[in-house]
Each structure stands twice: as C-alpha cells, then as structure tokens.
C-alpha cells in the first residue's frame, strides 16, 4: 500500500519526538498505521521524499492497440488526417466503439513517429525548408506597423504603433512612431521614408492591409487594391508587393527589424513624446549603420550606399491623400463621425424612402440633401499632402 502524501507527512511529524525517546509503537498508535511502515518512515535517511506509486503506463493493453496499424496506415497516406475523422472511420469500418480521447492519444503519439519516418524516405529532402532570396539594389522595401502598446500613456497617449521601411538589398531602416493607423497616417509615413531615404524604392512589399487593400480574396484571385494606394504608387513610382495570407517569410526583414527596434531603442527607456521616440532612432541610426549584416556580410552603411544610388529619384510635388468617409443623416440632423456630431442645415435635407431598395412592410425614412443628385452620403474629407 502506498501512503498518500497527507498521511506521510503525518508519520514524518513524529520524527523528532522518536529521536527524542518515543517508540516505534507508541508513534504506530498514535498515528494509526502498522508499526513497520511507521519504522520505514521515521528511520528513513534524507534526503526523504514522499511515496510515489511506480508508473502504470504500458503494464496494461490499450484498445487501440489492436487496430494501430490501420490508424498507421492512414497517417501515412495523409499526415494530417484529423483525429475525428479517423475515429469516425474506425466506428464506421471496423466497429470501434471506445472514446474519441482514446484515438487522439494515440494519434498524438503516432503522428510524430510517422512524420519522422517519412522524412527518411524523403529522396528531395526538401520538406519544411525556406528558400533566401535576396534583391538588387534599389529593387525592393518592405513595410509593416508595430503596435508599442502604453508607452507614452503618462503623457496621454493611450497607443502607440511604429510604422517601419527596411531597404532588402541594404537593410537600412526607417522608423517613426504615431498615435493612428489612418489612411492619412500611413501614407504621410511613407512620404517621412522617402525624405529619410532621399528616394524611392521599385517595389514596396505589404501585408494585405487596409490601407493598401480594398478587401481579401482567395488564393489566387488577383488582390483588389485601395485606390489611394493604386494612386500614391503612380505618383512616386513604385509597385505594390502584396504578400499572400499565413506567409509570414515573404517579409521577414522588416518583421525582423520590428524586434531590433524595440530591444535597441525602446527597451529600458522612458519617453514623453513622439518626437522624443523619433529622435531615439534617429539617434541609432548611425549605430545601426555601421554594424555588419549577419546575413549579407557587409557594413550596412557601405551597401547602402549602392542602394541609395539605385532607388528612383522623388518626385516634385507631394501628393495629397483623401479619407473619405460616407455618412447618414439622422432625424435630427446631425451626422456622427468618430464618436462625434456634426450638424447638417436642416433646410437642406429632406426624408427618403427605402422603397427604391425593394424593402417590404413600414420603412424608416433616410434624409437626404436637398437639391443633391444622389441620396445622402455626407463625406468627410481629411487632407494631406505626401
């Protein structure tokens, strides 16, 4: 019998008072156990740990033992068959009538060992691994947003994002911090990169943001992009790169640079301000560029020279972005844009059906603008010149 932790601590606590002159049999007495295992206890050398039942694992046979094959057999036509499924299969062609936790053990347990067995027989080799490639100078950059969390929340700001370029043939970066992931935003970051490179890159690489995208579609359809995206494109020159969904390598160097930012530049500071943010990478920037790529071999700064030299030329004049936002009227009218109102002339708007809509039954009525061409979508424009 295999005392439970409780109770043997219980003998255990009669240790002192045995080396003080109590017998073995009074402590048996006093804690209700045969005097024996109260003799194996109390004499016991440390270090002393409790009793523990030795393992029963693979002393009993398993149900599932007797089609393991079959299960074998189907991991290795498809890897990733789900568990329910062959327990589905099992009960249905070979009468199984256990649990289903009792095939996900063991498919948990056998999906590896097949796994690895046919990575033996694998002649190519060439499951798994990751192609490198590498660009030419001045070919390509690539953009992606961090979020900073609560960094400046002592001064107000309750968020803060990075939005990060990184030239792919140099690796020289660019970084700048702000409180939205806007339209306006994201493109004005993008005008503050150019500055900061003093050119141009031939193609930009994105996540399928909204900014850039106008909405996801599947694999193998051609992306829709935002036209403010298609328009700042053709204004500075450059291509849209949209990476395909759950391929996180397509744009591992700025994704990379996210995490060398934050350990050299945020990590162990304190800041009041975005410009006190912005002037800390500009601070390591210098540092950054006169280290040698892990990858490339060579000092960034030299590289970048050669990708500097490559990129386009800016244009003359910016380009303004427009966000636009579509609105209705309320009965009141006022019309709501982020959390607050703004009134419309009330002589200037009037009730709309929605019968033109092919609704049945009672409708609510839209207002729309008087002597409009359209029924009313206010639009809100935000302005800026990149």
């Known amino acids: 019998m295999i005392l439970d932790p409780e109770e043997w601590m219980n003998i255990r606590r009669f240790r002192i008072l045995h080396q003080a002159g109590m017998s073995i049999a009074e402590s048996a007495r006093q804690t209700g156990h045969d005097w024996k295992t109260v003799e194996?206890?109390?004499?016991?050398?440390?270090?002393?740990?409790?009793?523990?039942?030795?393992?029963?694992?693979g002393t009993q046979p398993r149900k599932i033992d007797r089609l393991a094959g079959v299960v074998d057999a189907w991991l290795r036509a498809d890897i990733t068959l789900k568990a329910s499924v062959i327990h589905e299969r099992l009960a249905a062609e070979h009468g199984w009538d256990g649990h289903y936790q009792r095939v996900k053990m063991y498919c948990a347990e056998a999906r590896p060992r097949i796994a690895a067995e046919l990575a033996e027989h694998n002649e190519a080799g060439l499951e798994g691994l990751h192609r490198r490639f590498e660009t030419v100078a001045g070919a390509q950059a690539q953009v992606d947003w961090g979020e900073e969390g609560a960094i400046l929340a002592h001064a107000g700001i309750a968020k803060v994002y990075s939005f990060h370029m990184v030239l792919s043939y140099s690796r020289d970066p660019f970084c700048c911090f702000t409180t939205s992931q806007d339209l306006a935003t994201f493109w004005e970051c993008h005008r503050r990169a150019?500055?900061?490179?003093?050119?141009?890159?031939?193609?930009?690489?994105?996540?399928?943001?909204?900014?850039?995208?106008?909405?996801?579609?599947?694999?193998?359809?051609?992306?829709?992009?935002?036209?403010?995206?298609?328009a700042v494109a053709g204004h500075y020159g450059f291509d849209i790169d949209v990476r395909a969904a759950y391929r996180p390598t397509g744009k591992g160097r700025v994704e990379r640079q996210v995490e060398i930012v934050r350990d050299h530049v945020l990590a162990g500071r304190t800041f009041t301000s975005l410009d006190e943010l912005d002037n800390a990478f500009a601070a390591w920037v210098p540092i950054r560029r006169g280290q040698v790529h892990r990858t490339h071999g060579e000092v960034i700064s030299v590289r970048a020279e050669r990708d500097h030299a490559a990129l386009q030329p800016l244009p003359s004049?910016?380009?303004?972005?427009?966000?636009?936002?579509?609105?209705?009227?309320?009965?009141?009218?006022?019309?709501?844009?982020?959390?607050?109102?703004?009134?419309v002339p009330a002589r200037r708007v009037r009730a709309r059906s929605n019968r033109s809509r092919g609704d049945a039954g009672e409708r609510s009525p839209r207002y729309t603008i008087r002597n409009r061409p359209r029924p009313l979508s206010v639009s809100v424009r935000a302005s800026a010149r990149i």
Request: proline residues 10%; aromatic residues 8%.
């Open 194 to 230: 150019f500055t900061h490179f003093g050119s141009v890159p031939g193609v930009i690489v994105y996540d399928r943001t909204k900014t850039v995208v106008r909405r996801h579609v599947a694999p193998g359809q051609a992306v829709p992009l935002h036209p403010e995206a298609v």
């Open 40 to 57: 194996k206890y109390l004499t016991a050398e440390p270090p002393v740990a409790a009793p523990v039942a030795p393992s029963r694992k």
């Open 317 to 343: 004049t910016g380009y303004v972005v427009a966000d636009k936002h579509l609105r209705r009227v309320g009965k009141d009218c006022l019309v709501s844009f982020e959390g607050s109102l703004y009134s």
